[in-house]
């Protein structure tokens, strides 16, 4: 059974960092794009930032760009969300996602689309105070 299980949600001041973290089990972790997405009370799922299975190329939300910085450590199969100088607009519950296994059906959207993505973590929280 495919499993994404985040961690590393809290509450920050502003300027605050924090670390994210998703742990993948029960498929080919190394050969999947993965998502961070975030999703504020009364708003939708927001594509924060995505990287790519055998590149590692990143892409980013223009919001966060410059301040968080996604990775992955295929042999730990878990990716990353480094969230640095945080700001109370970036408080949401955070998710992580998997194209697992891709999709042609799903290629039509793009790496921070949540349409490109058929599996979810169960999400950590981030608040962000003033």
């Known amino acids: 059974q495919v499993q994404l299980v985040e961690s590393g949600g809290g509450s920050v001041q502003t300027g605050g960092s924090l670390r994210l973290s998703c742990t993948a089990s029960?498929?080919?972790?190394?050969?999947?794009?993965m998502g961070w997405f975030r999703q504020a009370p009364g708003k939708e799922r927001e594509g924060v930032a995505a990287?790519?299975?055998?590149?590692?190329?990143?892409y980013y939300t223009a919001s966060v760009k410059g301040r968080f910085t996604i990775s992955r450590d295929n042999a730990k199969s878990t990716v990353y969300l480094q969230m640095n100088n945080l700001k109370p607009e970036d408080t949401a519950m955070y998710y992580c996602?998997?194209?697992?296994?891709?999709?042609?059906?799903?290629?039509?959207?793009?790496?921070?689309?949540?349409?490109?993505?058929?599996?979810w973590g169960q999400g950590t929280q981030v608040t962000v105070s003033s």
């Open positions: 990287i790519t299975s055998l590149l590692g190329t990143t």
């Open positions: 996602a998997a194209d697992s296994p891709p999709s042609g059906g799903r290629l039509s959207y793009t790496l921070l689309a949540p349409g490109r993505y058929n599996v």
């Open positions: 029960g498929y080919t972790y190394s050969s999947n794009s």
